[in-house]
């Protein structure tokens, strides 16, 4: 006998015909998606050096020649933000790995453990979300440096609340008869983990991981800003810290990387959302059917 | 939605967006954007940048030549007619914005661009002076923007910190007072010691102060009067000056000083007639020429004796700890301590001292002193009106703020910290690991990759060191021609540095063992890797790493990173700005590392510290960060202090200069001055040091 | 709400309190170099660095580190900062009322706008207005806050010269009594504003989704049908249960109110905590930065506490769990 299908891919595929009811989630993906492009792209999109200066060129506007101007040391700002996309996503990608696996795992464990352990966790929860990671980053940066020390601090204090989504969504499942039905076969807590919960929660866990990007993106660029970024890679918020002494003179030094910034958390936000709305249809459609009208309420 | 715990809500949505407001966002983007363009655009201040450089470093060039060969300075028609400055118009039109004159066009023909006098104190170069006088405003409070905030220390005889100097300079004095160009004049002593007056004897190895009398501290009150004396000189440098400050320190062996014990026995102290004023004889174990070009406020500020507080940790063997000496805040200066934190947490407060004994002055009531972190802040302030002078102008504002007429700059050879300050590029000699001592005493080993000078020149010869000015400095100061400031006396600026060129470069790297094929290491792409290299395999690529101990640097440096990329070197930078002049340089862990080093207005007092062998230091500021040992340039030194001749004494520096133009330990990059900035209401500032406000004022 | 409740939600404290100074402890003493020697200065001999490390208690055992470093905290001691060699917590006071006073500013605004925004588009959720504020919205906590910052000095304070561009008062006046308030005020406008902007969103989001998820339910149409009008119901029914998340979402921003906004800080020159964050890290004292995270870590417990009891003495449904 097979287990019925879990709810939640039937409503998906429900949902996804209907997908222009859900612009959020189109320009989301398109925005993130466009950004991954370009960061996937790298070099190829950008070619030459990132840091090669040039005295003649210093502090152009946007030409044919250097499509987003360039910089007071005559950098190429096109290929500064192209590279700091590479950037940016890098640590965004190396954030959310460490988040996901350790959020996932910890959530459903808890769950399915119960109990003491479950206890536990809640504490071990409450305890790295009140930390304020901003200001452990500015310690993390003076003791071991800019760079991956950062993604790892980042890393490590993402996941709580991810955690806290996935063990929600594990009780939910936990009674559900599939569940059942494999621990009476005998599987274990990672069979079941892997196997059952896993592939149920990934819609709930890319709500909150697209949002953990969009906070990553800025808290980097914000390190940057501060002068705490790695000063061998490019770095869209270095881009808008250099811009500040030229900000009347050379406007294209803090439009371009800022609303690179911009565009990137804008995109994984309403990726977030819109995955939100794909997730609990119900209250998207209360929503289309009062938009419609009063005609929702008798008649 | 999803609350705190974690529980989905149903029946709670987001919201969706329909087309319709999502073409909107796009929409108010681009409007965003539009108005920001169009609002921060102003005048591109470009062209009248380039234009303000060119002009003033052809006035800086002329008063130099004209200085070099008459011996002072001259005003711009002067040059003009001698034939020192060529193009340009000298209308007459004098306008005075602050302390600076404004005698019409440069070459570039923009007006107000540079052809400017700084009215100074010695005699203002401008025939009938700055401004009227007798009509100086008095009162008010000065609000200073400062670089750095302020710290435990208060004491400017314990530490050569810029900002520790900027910020408490004002509330002392020194024995014997320099102006910009280095003459001396006499401050808290009362005549300056020459051979004919008697007060320099035995060819330069005894020097007798004789002290002003009715100098009274700060902490002096009526009923219990407390008068500056001998006492507090002798007191000052045994236990502060001598042990703790990082240029001073340099007379303690000459001087034959008991560090240990802190004692200087040789300094002999008679206090005058009722514990004031007196004399004070130094007598060093051979002829110490530079003396008198250590004793201003800077190198040599007063404390009172035995004023050290109870701060932790406590000396030992009767010498103030670092943490003690640093606490002092009582001098002779024109301004005294009053407080922190108010009105805004960081802020300090100095105000008049009612007793100063150069009568008539302060004019100021107070000196507000308010930290930025940020120079675009501390900027926006000055140009605000929120502070009326900032001892940094960030180097892209320099030209927009001087055309602006509500505003005056000076530029001035010295940091808050020291003057005529060279940009030092340090290679690191020796292997990374080795202890101090084994530097110290020969036995480390070399570098791997620097230890070869042929690399050393290759990177030399790498670095385009006009672009280093122009990009990184915005063109504020000049490349350095000699190892020694040009404002130094000694500078042999006709030895010739390497010269930008890549293919000398290049060609000095093949021939080292470095010419094996590239490879692409982080973000450089044809980084050299070793072949055939004595100590490195086969396949090692070409990475030399960059210490930044300062956020000052970053522009230079990107500079250099490009060049040396360039000619095949990946140049990681790391930045360490919690402690890298102390641990790093206890186990040499660094590649290369860039200081500004002040050089003094003598080279023994900030030059010797950087080449001789004994002063491989484990503390304090690094001085000789290279771990450069070289008997005959030590010998140059140790011969160079004794000697009275300044025609020999010139040689001697002359010989030690082509030794390290040879050895290259250093790569001289620019001498940076700094732009000061003030609203040019306010005139009277002594820009070159850290008492600037002794006699300045603001109307309104 | 039950005793057994309360009493259980507090001893929850405890283990998470006990996680975050253990957790500051051992950042304490995973900082690379050696704190005595931060501490004696430059120019110390081996002598005073040893007494540093005595002082510091750095020769003992770690676990009898770690209870002096607990029962000091009890007491409120912090440790010494090593630039200003004065105590943490001296150090932090002199700065947290500044900073609290521009969060707790951009909180008030931020709140109330958010508030009144998210009613006004739950009640009607349509119309070109409503998707213009709901645009507004997503775009307000895009954009970076410093970038944000810049401009508006930029624009407000330099080009059109409005309002200070710089400070918490006016340094050389010297201002006291209503003079002096209405001084801070003026300096106050531009920060608190572009701070409330970033703050904004995330309210009227919460309210406008809480109202219109209300007004799907059942009870709230069976009171429209029984004829009360549209604002009644919002005021009197579906408002109070849709707020609910707001209390915690007002009680989760309290660690933002306390941390400060370090880039608004850098860009306005505010004398707060986040400033002194800047300052503590270019000079490489930690003990003044952690000082800091512990007790923004602190003042978040302290608010979940609060937050969660509210929660449950409004919401019967939780305390009867």
Request: aromatic share 8%.
């Amino acid at each position: 006998m097979t287990a019925p299908p879990p709810r939640r891919s039937r409503v998906r595929r429900r949902s996804l015909r209907n997908a222009a009811h859900y612009p959020a989630l189109l320009a989301g993906a398109l925005l993130t998606g466009l950004v991954v492009t370009v960061a996937l792209l790298n070099e190829r999109l950008a070619p030459g050096y990132v840091f090669a200066t040039s005295a003649a060129d210093r502090l152009s506007p946007p030409s044919v020649d250097h499509v987003m101007g360039t910089d007071q040391l005559g950098r190429d700002l096109f290929t500064g933000v192209v590279r700091g996309a590479h950037t940016s996503l890098g640590v965004v990608a190396g954030v959310v790995v460490i988040a996901a696996v350790i959020g996932v795992v910890v959530g459903a464990l808890s769950a399915l453990r119960g109990g003491v352990v479950d206890d536990v966790v809640l504490r071990v929860i409450e305890t790295v979300q009140t930390v304020p990671r901003f200001f452990l980053a500015v310690l993390v940066v003076g003791w071991f440096g800019p760079g991956t020390p950062v993604t790892v601090l980042l890393g490590l204090t993402s996941w709580p609340f991810l955690a806290r989504v996935v063990r929600a969504e594990t009780l939910s499942l936990r009674e559900r008869a599939f569940v059942e039905a494999a621990r009476a076969a005998g599987a274990g807590d990672l069979r079941v983990l892997v196997r059952h919960v896993v592939p149920n929660i990934v819609p709930g866990a890319a709500v909150v991981l697209a949002l953990v990007g969009s906070r990553v993106v800025l808290l980097e660029a914000g390190l940057a800003f501060l002068g705490l970024a790695d000063a061998n890679v490019a770095s869209w918020g270095a881009l808008v810290n250099n811009a500040q002494p030229y900000l009347a003179t050379a406007w294209w030094m803090s439009v371009f990387p800022g609303g690179a910034i911009a565009v990137t958390v804008l995109g994984m936000n309403l990726l977030s959302d819109g995955l939100a709305g794909l997730a609990d249809p119900m209250s998207a459609a209360h929503e289309r059917r009062w938009r419609g009208g009063e005609s929702s309420l008798g008649g | 939605m999803i609350d705190r715990m974690g529980r989905l809500r149903r029946g709670t949505g987001q919201g969706g967006f329909t087309l319709i407001e999502l073409l909107v966002v796009i929409v108010i983007l681009g409007i965003l954007a539009g108005v920001v363009v169009f609002s921060v655009s102003g005048v591109t201040d470009k062209g009248e940048s380039a234009a303000f450089q060119t002009d003033a470093r052809t006035l800086r060039t002329a008063q130099e030549a004209y200085f070099a060969k008459f011996g002072e300075y001259a005003d711009v028609q002067t040059l003009a007619d001698e034939g020192f400055l060529a193009g340009g118009t000298f209308t007459g039109n004098r306008t005075e914005k602050g302390n600076t004159i404004v005698l019409g066009t440069g070459p570039s023909g923009k007006p107000n661009s540079a052809y400017t006098i700084t009215c100074g104190e010695n005699g203002s170069p401008v025939p009938g002076g700055c401004g009227t006088a007798g009509t100086v405003a008095r009162g008010g409070t000065l609000v200073v923007g400062e670089t750095f905030a302020s710290n435990a220390t208060t004491n400017v005889a314990s530490s050569t910190g810029g900002g520790t100097h900027a910020w408490w300079e004002t509330m002392y004095n020194g024995l014997i007072e320099l102006d910009e160009a280095g003459n001396p004049s006499p401050e808290l002593a009362a005549v300056v010691p020459t051979v004919g007056n008697g007060g320099i004897t035995n060819g330069g190895a005894t020097y007798t102060l004789t002290l002003r009398q009715n100098v009274e501290w700060h902490d002096s009150t009526t009923a219990s009067p407390h008068f500056f004396n001998a006492e507090d000189v002798k007191w000052t440098f045994e236990k502060v000056l001598l042990r703790l400050h990082a240029r001073t320190r340099g007379m303690a062996a000459t001087l034959g000083y008991d560090s240990a014990n802190c004692r200087a026995d040789n300094i002999v102290a008679t206090n005058g007639a009722g514990s004031n004023g007196g004399t004070v004889v130094f007598n060093f174990n051979s002829p110490y020429i530079p003396f008198l070009k250590q004793l201003n406020v800077t190198e040599a500020a007063m404390n009172p004796a035995n004023s050290v507080s109870g701060a932790f940790p406590v000396g030992t063997n009767g010498c103030p700890s670092q943490a003690q000496a640093d606490a002092v805040k009582v001098g002779t200066g024109p301004f005294k301590f009053d407080s922190i934190n108010s009105p805004s947490a960081g802020d300090g407060k100095v105000v008049r001292n009612p007793k100063y004994w150069k009568s008539g002055l302060p004019y100021l009531d107070a000196i507000l002193m308010r930290p930025f972190t940020a120079d675009a802040a501390r900027y926006n302030a000055l140009v605000n009106g929120d502070v009326d002078f900032v001892w940094d102008v960030p180097n892209p504002n320099v030209a927009a703020l001087d055309a602006n007429p509500a505003f005056g700059i000076a530029a001035t050879q010295s940091l808050g910290g020291g003057p005529n300050s060279v940009d030092q590029v340090i290679f690191n000699l020796k292997a990374s690991g080795s202890t101090v001592a084994s530097v110290a005493n020969g036995t480390a080993p070399d570098h791997p990759v620097l230890g070869n000078v042929n690399v050393r020149r290759a990177i030399f010869h790498a670095i385009n060191r006009d672009d280093y000015l122009n990009i990184g400095r915005n063109g504020i100061g000049n490349v350095s021609r000699s190892p020694i400031s040009s404002q130094v006396f000694g500078a042999a600026t006709d030895i010739p540095l390497p010269a930008f060129s890549v293919s000398t470069a290049n060609s000095l790297l093949d021939g080292a063992g470095w010419n094996g094929p590239r490879v692409t290491v982080g973000s450089t792409p044809n980084v050299r890797t070793a072949l055939g290299h004595p100590t490195l395999a086969d396949g090692t690529p070409l990475t030399i790493r960059f210490l930044q101990g300062s956020g000052i640097f970053t522009d230079r440096l990107a500079v250099i990173k490009a060049n040396l990329a360039a000619v095949g070197i990946d140049m990681p930078i790391t930045v360490n700005t919690t402690n890298a002049n102390t641990q790093v340089f206890t186990n040499r862990d660094f590649d290369l590392y860039i200081i500004n080093y002040a050089n003094g207005y003598d080279p023994h007092v900030g030059v010797r510290r950087q080449y001789h062998s004994d002063q491989i230091s484990t503390t304090g500021t690094p001085n000789n960060a290279a771990g450069y040992r070289n008997p005959a340039v030590d010998a140059d030194f140790d011969q160079a202090v004794q000697t009275l001749d300044t025609t020999a004494r010139a040689a001697l520096y002359r010989d030690f200069q082509q030794r390290v133009v040879n050895d290259l330990p250093y790569a001289w990059m620019i001498e940076t001055p700094n732009v000061r900035g003030f609203r040019a209401t306010c005139t009277g500032f002594r820009v070159w040091t850290g008492l600037f406000a002794e006699s300045a004022s603001c109307a309104g | 709400m039950t005793r057994r409740f309360v009493v259980r939600r507090l001893l929850q404290v405890v283990p998470t309190v006990l996680g975050i100074v253990t957790l500051t402890f051992v950042l304490v003493h995973a900082a690379p170099g050696d704190p005595a020697l931060d501490f004696a200065g430059e120019g110390a001999d081996q002598a005073q660095i040893d007494a540093a490390r005595t002082y510091l208690g750095l020769d003992r055992p770690l676990p009898s580190q770690y209870a002096t470093y607990a029962a000091n905290l009890l007491t409120g001691d912090l440790g010494t900062s090593f630039t200003q060699r004065r105590p943490v917590r001296t150090v932090i006071a002199d700065r947290l009322p500044a900073t609290l006073l521009l969060t707790g500013s951009a909180l008030a605004l931020s709140t109330a706008a958010g508030l009144a925004l998210g009613v006004w588009a739950g009640r009607r959720a349509r119309g070109a207005a409503a998707g213009t504020v709901n645009v507004a919205a997503v775009l307000s906590y895009s954009l970076p806050g410093f970038w944000l910052a810049q401009l508006a000095v930029l624009l407000v304070a330099l080009r059109l010269g409005w309002l200070p561009a710089t400070g918490l008062n006016d340094a050389r006046a010297g201002y006291t009594g209503t003079a002096a308030v209405v001084d801070t005020a003026r300096h106050l406008v531009l920060p608190a504003l572009v701070l409330a902007v970033s703050e904004v969103a995330l309210l009227f989001r919460v309210t406008r989704a809480g109202l219109l998820g209300e007004r799907g339910r059942e009870y709230v149409r069976t009171a429209l049908a029984k004829g009360a009008s549209d604002r009644e119901v919002v005021r009197r029914h579906a408002l109070p249960n849709a707020l609910l998340p707001v209390v915690t979402v007002v009680g989760s921003r309290v660690g933002f109110l306390v941390s400060g906004a370090v880039l608004v800080e850098t860009v306005f020159n505010w004398p707060g905590v986040g400033r002194l964050l800047v300052e503590a890290g270019q000079a490489g004292d930690h003990p003044v930065i952690l000082g800091m995270v512990l007790l923004v870590a602190l003042a978040v417990v302290v608010t979940n506490l609060v937050t969660d009891l509210v929660y449950a003495w409004v919401d019967p449904r939780i305390r009867h769990r």
